[in-house]
């Protein structure tokens, strides 16, 4: 089995270099190696039930898969990024932070000493005449005859004076729709928020100052990391406490919604001996599983991609949020992607493999050729005959799984060769 370790590495590389059309067989070569370390013989695996509806068996009949949008999985963390103040924050100071800081230093010129706007283009410009409108970074660079003014000096102002950090990078937004909304959030945010969590002597947020702060006041910490702060800003303004909690829910409902839109999701595996599998995915053994054979390249053949497993959750890519049109940079993409091919651990034993189609494609997706279909081993006598008449038609093996009597483990018998 390939280790969780390479195939991260894999998907660091793809995620880098999948805009790269010159890295496109490098790196199905190497995708595919992946592939044959998890599953020697190039054998994937789907596990059905019968449903009602006939789903299962058109598909095995037309050999397909049915990609499913994230809304219906099993696994509430599937396919999500991870929502919290903290990272919120980390990304928020470190939005273009150097490139800011030197256009800083120009502004800083042109407000004390006169100096010419030279050498500067046409955007910067735009953000140096927002500057020129904010009262508090004016009345800063008056005041401030030799700043040391490079990031690690910026950040350390930010503590004390928050409402520069505010001026600065709404500023620096280029587009006319963060304007809005940096101004209405601004006031509330610079006066109840950044103070309490840029400030005072804790103030490592990575040690969950939020949690001390909370038990402290003898709060609930049972919660959600934007609920425990919306919590601690209750008793210093209601209001404030609301908006944190409805702007973060709104992020949430609409990075679900985009995750819904954007892909279909194929599952697959590498063990069609997995008891955990049988019960959780084959109606508890009474259903069936497929085996599909990707030993043939085809170019037709779309190759599924390998599920990392972690502890933790990909983060919500803030950085590309926070800037104008970040949405469009390729890393914002990739961060998404990262996201729908990690799951938490306690789902490895799965070993899943994904084949992801975009979302205005066909759900019914069509796959490799189908070589066995294994029954379950409370599989009846009438479905078993059902896929036979598939299996005869279609010239694919069916197997049935027997249980060892002495010793936790399946045997296979067969049914039907082609």
């Known amino acids: 089995m390939t280790s969780n370790a390479k195939k991260k590495q894999f998907i660091n590389k793809l995620l880098q270099y999948s805009f790269d059309k010159s890295m496109s067989e490098e790196l199905e070569i190497e995708l595919r190696s992946l592939l044959k370390q998890d599953a020697p013989e190039f054998k994937l695996y789907k596990y059905r039930g019968f449903d009602a509806e006939g789903y299962s068996l058109s598909n095995l009949q037309t050999q397909t898969l049915r990609c499913s949008r994230r809304s219906t999985f099993n696994d509430p963390f599937d396919c999500r990024v991870g929502l919290d103040v903290e990272s919120f924050f980390a990304a928020f100071m470190d939005v273009d932070t150097n490139r800011i800081v030197e256009l800083f230093k120009k502004f ?200 990392i497993y972690s502890k933790d959750i990909a983060k919500m890519p803030w950085k590309y949020c926070l800037t104008a049109e970040g949405y469009k940079n390729p890393e914002f993409s990739a961060q998404l992607m990262k996201a729908i091919l990690t799951k938490h651990d306690v789902w490895k034993y799965e070993n899943e493999w994904r084949i992801l189609i975009p979302g205005t494609f066909e759900q019914n997706h069509k796959m490799p050729k189908v070589s066995c279909v294994y029954l379950g081993a409370f599989c009846t006598k009438e479905n078993e005959q059902t896929i036979l008449e598939i299996a005869k038609h279609n010239a694919f093996s069916v197997k049935r799984m027997t249980v060892d009597r002495g010793k936790f483990g399946f045997h296979t018998k067969t049914v039907y060769e082609p």
Request: hydrophobic share 35%; aromatic share 12%.
């Open 108 to 307: 800083f010129l042109i407000v004390t000493n006169g100096a010419n706007a030279i050498d500067i283009s046409e955007e910067d410009q735009m953000i140096i005449n927002r500057w020129k409108q904010s009262r508090s970074l004016n009345t800063f660079c008056k005041k401030c005859n030799s700043p040391n003014l490079n990031p690690k000096y910026i950040k350390k102002l930010f503590v004390s004076k928050p409402e520069l950090l505010y001026d600065m990078l709404y500023g620096a937004m280029a587009d006319g729709k963060y304007k809005e909304a940096f101004q209405k959030k601004k006031e509330e945010i610079e006066e109840k928020t950044a103070n309490f969590l840029l400030s005072s002597n804790t103030r490592d947020m990575s040690k969950g100052i939020f949690e001390v702060e909370a038990k402290r006041k003898g709060l609930n910490i049972d919660v959600d990391q934007i609920d425990l702060v919306s919590e601690l800003f209750k008793d210093q303004d209601p209001s404030v406490s609301l908006k944190m909690h409805d702007t973060f829910s709104t992020f949430d409902t609409q990075m679900s919604d985009l995750f819904d839109n954007l892909v279909f999701v194929g599952s697959l595996c590498t063990d069609y001996r997995n008891p955990l599998m049988w019960s959780h995915y084959a109606d508890s053994h009474k259903g069936f599983c497929i085996e599909f054979d990707y030993s043939e390249k085809d170019e037709h053949t779309l190759l599924p991609f390998p599920v």
